[in-house]
């Protein structure tokens, strides 16, 4: 047993990360009602000026400007602390009033898209200014000499110093929160903006403080945890930021001590996971750690949650509105002749970006489905496309399933991960559903896409797919010595024309009706008889399988599929872009596949303007950012609500 | 037997017994009120009987079956809706999607075959659903959406909404609530011409014109407890009712 305690409490370190992240996602959602998806990038830029001036020299942010500012050496612990610690504030002030603040008034869903803009964009702002990441070494902080807390039980002490320090911050959180005047005037806020406008307080200064108090204590953890944990761009960004999700769940973002109990815990017990592993034969190899915050978040869920929102909560979750599909010659036969003409006469770059924007299409219709037209969020998306791409190679290789049958019998595969991601959604919703959904497409790249039992062997280049075929005739992109063969895109053509159809036609039917009914308001549709349970599981179900067609048009695209492909990053950028072309409608999830990055509009622009290369993923975050901002309904929305307000100025009747 | 019957029907919320052992019934092809001072108790118990809030005692019979413990879209298709008082209309479908949305109960199959012929429709559905709108004349703005429409008209859809699927019984939670007089009285011809349709209606609404005009019967609760179930001239006289509800303001009108 006394094994099990050393793993626990070398664990301690990770739960006090996790804690620690907790509560700065519980005060950033106090002061301003933001679940920021981008706290743990942003405490990761400021652990690397941390690290970057302990090495001399300070990293600036902009392309273009100088790299770095170069002191003589070292600057030394307090000054690099003090530098690192007002970066942080500055970052949360700038955050807070270029991207939270002109959202207040937007659906919750911009707000979501903006912060995975602002994570993308921090990553590669890490990726380049910190290409040597493996040369970042942080010497100790804390105290490191072991300490024995009993026989056999000797650990490093940093982690419990540091576990130490996140309770101490939390009580005097605590202590912030139940006895200052401005604890209290925070908690009226979350309650009720008005309320605190009207004990004068202004809820714009109060959500900066909490932006910036949160990004101080984000930097603050993950400096004192870098001499432990080695930098890198993904791990404080996901990695620590998920379970601290669950956490801060579990404390339904407004307690402190169930946020730090939980978070400690969540961590310890994941050290611990590594002994079972040695111990237990059956114990899952891959996967349980991500799969123990999952199911954390589901049980937070299932205990916390309501099944039907009640007066007051109804329309807290905006969506932009839906159009009628127009389904006629311009709309349909226009755009389809388009991208064939181009894909039969241009070159391979052009028919390469071509092909990226209709699997963008592809992954956007199956948001269409979700978002626009079931109210549902999914940040898994690319998992369910990788849980797709993965079974039709066993389908295909092994088992020689033939070309129409393995990608669909794939895509069903990926539906029944995706109505099982969906199930919470039967009791949460908005961004409580977004950060479960998180969760579970984390949990699914672990345990399955890590796992080489399912994806085969990643130094011989992942699972292999071969060529689709049908009727002896070969549709693949590559065939002997011919490479990007336009056959293939025309195949890829054919596949998301049908399904931009059959998206069209599910809003213009009963179902798509049902879809609608529940997105608008789940109390009214069930009492006009309408199984709300049903009608959210089918849109998953529908939305899961497209993602899954799509995902098994990546793996004929590249003949082979890798887990590098469907990552969470990915997950979040398809349901960004989507978000951002128009998730309510066909034409939208086209605009987004164009605007897709490598695609038709990204190789347009570099075409123009010469190469943006290396920064190509800063851009394309940016403009993430700079677009949920300037249209926070997406950009066919926006244009929409500009022709209407142009055409009549809303007469009621 | 009643269409409808509640026997000791009793909500707690916390210490609160916001309905207190309520006994009532909705004889078939009746038009029922249920009045009662604000916080009496009136929107709780529609609430528990379309199964929107959770009943700590009594039972709900409905057409001789016992469904206490089903959902609300199982009741709703049982042959049960409502309305409510803030509307909840669907702000994203047209008003006649509003309607078909609650006329049609497709299989869950039907997805299958909405994918390849989305305007095939259940014509009886399509049908009933004209002809409300024709009833209660919003043919012309049929294809409009809620939010453009007058608090009125939006009135009038959560109605024609709840008898979109041709229930059996319709709880109406203040429809008449912020309409004019004779848009008041118009919706009163209205429910008489539903009743004498064969629709059991039960009315909640602070228009005691309206409510003592239409009803066959009235039911006045106040604190979560029936004090009265009477035809109305009976209400209307009843020493207690205007004691604990209608007091002297009700007299006065009358004069």
Known sequence: MTDYLFFLLLGSAAGAIIAGFGLG????????????????????????VYADLRRGAYPFPIPGLPERYHFAQDVGFWPAMLLAMLTAAALGLLVHLVIFRPLTQAPALANIVASIGLVIVIISLIDQRFADNAGLRVGP????????????????????????????????????????????????AAENEKGAVLLGYSPALLAAATFVGASVLGAFIVIMASPMIQLSSTVFTFAFLIPALGAAMVGRFRSI?????????????????????????????????????????????????????DRSAVSTWKLPAVPAAKVNALTVVVPIATAAVALLLLGPLWRGAIMTSLIGIVLSLSLVVLTGFGGQTSLAQMAFAGVAGFTLSKLAIEWNVPFPIAPILASVVAMVFGVIVGLP????????????????????????????????????????IPNPELFGWDLGLTLGDQASRPIFGIFMLVIASILALAV?????????????????????????GIDVARVKLQVFAVSSFIAGLGGCLIAYRFGSVSESSFGTIASLTVLAVAYLGGITCVSGAVTAGLLATSGVA?????QATGSVGQWEALIGGVLLIVMAVANPEGIAGGIRARLAARSSAGVIV | MALLEARGLTVTYGGVRANDAIDLDCAAGALVGLIGPNGAGKTTFIDAITGFTPTSEGSVTFDGRDITRAGPSARARAGLTRTFQSLELFEDLTV???????????????????????????????????????????????????????????????VA????????????????????????????????????????????????????????????????????????????????????YLGTRHKEGDQ
């Open chain 1, 602 to 606: 990204f190789y347009g622009l570099t």
């Open chain 1, 504 to 528: 069209s036609n599910i809003r213009r039917s009963s179902s798509g009706r049902r879809m609608l009914a529940t997105r608008s308001n789940e109390r009214a549709a069930s009492a006009a």
């Open chain 1, 425 to 464: 959604a039967l009791r949460v919703r908005g961004t409580n559903l977004a950060i479960v959904t998180l969760a579970g497409g984390v949990a699914i790249t672990e345990f399955v896409f890590k796992n080489p039992k399912y994806v085969g062997d990643a130094s011989t280049g992942g699972a292999q």
């Open chain 2, 96 to 158: 006649r999607d509003n309607l078909l949305a609650a006329a049609e109960w497709p299989a869950w199959h039907a997805l299958f075959i909405d994918v390849v012929a989305p305007r095939r429709r259940a014509a009886r559905a399509a049908d009933r659903v004209d002809q409300i709108l024709d009833m209660m004349d919003l043919t012309d703005l049929a294809d409009r959406l809620p939010a453009e429409l007058s608090h009125g008209r939006r009135r009038l859809i959560s």
């Open chain 1, 141 to 188: 902080i804390l105290p490191r000499e072991p300490v024995t807390i009993m026989a056999d039980v000797t650990v490093p002490r940093d982690g419990l110093w540091l576990a130490a320090l996140v309770i101490a911050i939390a009580a005097a959180l605590w202590v912030i929160q139940r006895f200052t005047r401005l604890g209290l005037v925070i908690r009226a």
């Open chain 1, 25 to 48: 996602l519980l005060i950033t959602h106090q002061g301003s009602g933001v679940v920021n998806f981008a706290f743990g990038a942003m405490a990761t830029w400021a652990g690397y």
């Open chain 2, 161 to 244: 909404r709840a008898f979109a699927a041709d229930p059996q019984l319709v709880l109406l939670d203040e429809p008449a609530a912020g309409l004019d007089t004779d848009e008041s009285r118009a919706l009163g011809v209205l429910l008489r011409k539903v009743v004498d349709g064969g629709t059991t209606l039960l009315l909640v609404d602070h228009d005691m014109g309206l409510v003592f005009d239409v009803c066959d019967h009235i039911n006045v609760i106040d604190f979560g407890s029936v004090i009265a179930s009477a035809p109305p001239a009976v209400i209307r006289n009843d020493r207690a009712v205007i004691e604990a």
């Open chain 1, 257 to 309: 001590w169930p946020t730090v109990v939980t978070g400690l815990a969540i961590g310890m017990v994941q050290s611990s996971f590594t002994k079972l592993q040695g111990d237990f034969s059956w114990f899952p190899q891959y996967g349980a750690r991500d799969g123990l915050p999952f199911i954390i978040i589901i049980g937070a869920m299932i205990l916390l949650g309501e099944r039907l929102p």
